[in-house]
């Protein structure tokens, strides 16, 4: 029989209530919500005094395997995920090769059920002219394009391209939504600069809002499932709350925290695609975010070395790593009154368990997998870069003091995260989707 453990006394984030309650595990999942006291346990976690979730989802990270491994690979990016909570990571297909053939995809997976210590998938990438493959794939959330130039040879720009994938393919399809002839027109005006600051007038409102009803307008026409990752101006969030059901976003910490005013602080630590905008759009974002016009947070987790990121603007590549801090960011805003506990488990477990289609993922229930994650709302700790458990080894976030963090992360009913270390001999498994196509 497999191992039964009983959680018991934590307040428990459950599908429409909040509740102290014990939840009883068997094997990889939650078979029992409050047992009866008669019922078979191995082992016993008190939780008392902590607080219950289903395990974070973040439906968009780049953990660099293969090619970039010097920067970021599938072991370290899925302990970072663990340290953080999150027990499901979906990553994008712009490493090295890409991953726009079945043949790639598979040798991800491959790769992950060796090595990574939480659940994993992978997106398929457009190309413009794969579309075999984008209807061939299978053990994939989904398609992903870059419309923009944030991933040179995954620019998908020309819209006979577009019009053809949204059309002709039936998986969801998400995209990274910048405008590449806005983009350069604004390159070329400041050719010449080394002005981080200028990065977010390159990358800029008008940039981010094109590209965003144009892949919209594909979506309506073709009534295909779409999500618009990292939005990150005012403007999309109002425009967002007039498309149909099957359209839906997401935005990224850093977007929600950072603005213009913080590359005077932090410089290229803080350049990121779609570039960080102005405060009146990190309220418009919590906004979107509270009325269910934005659905989704993810992290965008973008790692690159400290020394690649000191480099001078241009040279420097945008990007930051998220992951093992994303949760406590949200849990210090739930200590801060800017969203409830329920908003997060919403925001970071169910809705994109949902929106992905999951087996089994994002909720305290029985039947739902053991993916669960104990954190402590009282807890204060500062982030540091010297115990960023990410390769690239550091964290934009380093020397801010938060209020809430995750102290037990449980992947497929295995303790993984615990007393600050790593549990040792712990693998995630490969997410499965429920689809009707």
């Not at 577009?162 to 399809?173: D, G, S, V």
């Not at 509270?290 to 603007?313: M, R």
């Not at 029985?366 to 204060?380: F, N, P, S, T």
Request: proline share 5%; hydrophobic share 40%.
């Amino acid at each position: 029989m497999p191992k039964r453990t009983l959680i018991s006394n934590a307040t428990c984030v459950l599908p429409g209530e909040t509740r102290q309650a014990n939840v009883l595990i068997e094997g990889s999942t939650i078979i029992g919500i409050d047992p009866p006291s008669t019922a078979h346990v191995d082992e016993l976690r008190d939780a008392s005094g902590l607080h219950l979730l289903p395990g974070c989802i973040d439906d968009q990270v780049h953990f660099r395997e293969p090619g970039l491994e010097h920067k970021e690979d599938l072991r370290t990016g899925s302990i970072a995920c663990a340290k953080g909570g999150i027990t499901s990571f979906l990553e994008m297909p712009n490493t090295n090769p890409n991953t726009i053939t079945i043949e790639a995809l598979h040798d991800k997976l491959n790769r992950a059920a060796s090595k990574c210590v939480v659940n994993y998938g992978f997106y398929i990438g457009a190309t413009g002219n794969n579309i075999p493959v984008l209807q061939a794939a299978q053990r994939t959330p989904g398609i992903k394009i870059f419309i923009g130039s944030s991933t040179g040879n995954l620019l998908v720009d020309e819209q006979a391209a577009l019009e053809q994938i949204f059309a002709e393919t039936t998986l969801p399809i998400c995209a990274h939504c910048e405008d590449e002839t806005t983009v350069r027109a604004n390159a070329e005006r400041l050719s010449g600069t080394t002005d981080v600051a200028d990065h977010s007038r390159i990358r800029d409102h008008v940039a981010a809002l094109i590209a965003t009803k144009r892949a919209v307008d594909l979506s309506t026409r073709h009534k295909h499932p779409f999500h618009v990752l990292h939005v990150s101006t005012a403007a999309e969030v109002e425009f967002l709350a007039t498309t149909p059901d099957w359209v839906t976003a997401e935005a990224c910490p850093h977007h929600l925290l950072f603005n213009v005013e913080d590359y005077a602080r932090l410089g290229t630590l803080v350049q990121m695609n779609p570039s960080i905008k102005n405060k009146e759009d990190n309220d418009a974002l919590w906004q979107g975010l509270l009325s269910g016009v934005i659905e989704v947070i993810a992290t965008d987790h973008a790692p690159h070395t400290l020394e690649e990121k000191a480099k001078p603007y241009p040279s420097s590549p945008s990007g930051l790593p998220a992951v093992e801090n994303s949760l406590a960011l949200l849990l210090n805003a739930v200590h801060e009154g800017r969203c409830t506990l329920e908003n997060v488990v919403d925001w970071m477990a169910a809705a994109p368990a949902r929106i992905w289609s999951m087996k089994a993922k994002g909720q305290i229930a029985e039947g739902c997998d053991a993916d669960l994650v104990l954190v402590d709302l009282q807890k204060q700790h500062t982030i540091r870069n010297a115990e960023q458990v990410t390769k690239s080894g550091w964290s934009p976030w380093d020397g801010v003091t938060l209020t809430g963090l995750p102290v037990e992360t449980w992947v497929m009913g295995q303790r993984v995260w615990s007393d600050g270390k790593l549990v040792p001999d712990v693998l995630g498994s490969e997410v499965q989707y429920e689809r009707t196509t």
